[in-house]
């Protein structure tokens, strides 16, 4: 591949730059103009990947008292920086979000790229408005993922999140192995897709059935509650319900790609995450 220039010095954009080759990560913000035409201008990419925006600390939930600033981060930036890769020929990789649709789909399916989506959170809504914009343009890929899952042990991976978490709720979700996602990223580059594209592997994963995994793979000894979806809110766990969604991948299928069915990619996946968590132990006894 060429070369490759990534926004975003976070848990995915370390991934996907130690994971591509000649690829830089670039610490510049999205939203500042001077900043990215700069950058571009020093590494000359022939891609982009953005993989910079808000998702709140801790969680999302911090996206309704600070608007603005995600929206600045999550649809502002994004345009500055299409606008940038339009003017110098550049294809941009857009890494956005499934959670703008909530609830059942019209299509039993599930939910297809062109759906009108229905956002309710702040976070939702500022991916959504830039997904609006950017599908407009040329030589721009939206990939929607959801609820990352990582085989690396980290606060912002699926797994751990659920594992420190008391109570669960237990809902039926697509979902993404970033291992798959990282050669969905490569190939959508290579074949220099257009549009939206739903980036989650085939199949759908229930919260039960990840934390079974991690209870068989990871920790016999953990523990957990199973609350229902509305007790989020009404326990004060959550300022706003959370997006649970079903989606298709018909665009990413129809451009030669493809993700492992989610019951292989989830089990692999979990089986490189307990031996990381062993691996840690090993080293701490030590």
Known sequence: MSRVLIFGPGFLGEKLQAALPDAVLSTARIDDAEDVRAALDEHQPDYVLNAAGKTGTP?????????????????????????????????????????????????????????HANPSATYSRSKYAADLLLSTLPNVAILRLRMPIDSTPGPRNLITKLANYPKIIDVENSVTIVDDLIEVVKQVMEKRGVGVFHAT?????RHRDLIRLYDELVDLSHTNEWISNDDLVTLGLATKGRSNCILQSTRLQALGVTMRPIEIALRDCM???????????????S
């Open 201 to 205: 592997n085939p199949g759908t994963m």
């Open 271 to 285: 089986e490189k995450y307990a031996a990381a968590v062993r691996a840690a132990e090993t080293v701490k006894v």
């Open 59 to 115: 969680n999302v939930d911090w996206c309704e008292s600070n608007k603005l600033a995600t929206y600045r981060s999550n649809t502002i930036g994004p345009l500055i920086l299409a606008e940038a890769c339009q003017e110098r020929g550049a294809h941009l990789t857009h890494l956005a979000s499934g959670c703008v649709f909530y609830g059942p789909s019209p299509d039993p399916k599930g939910w297809r790229e062109d759906d």
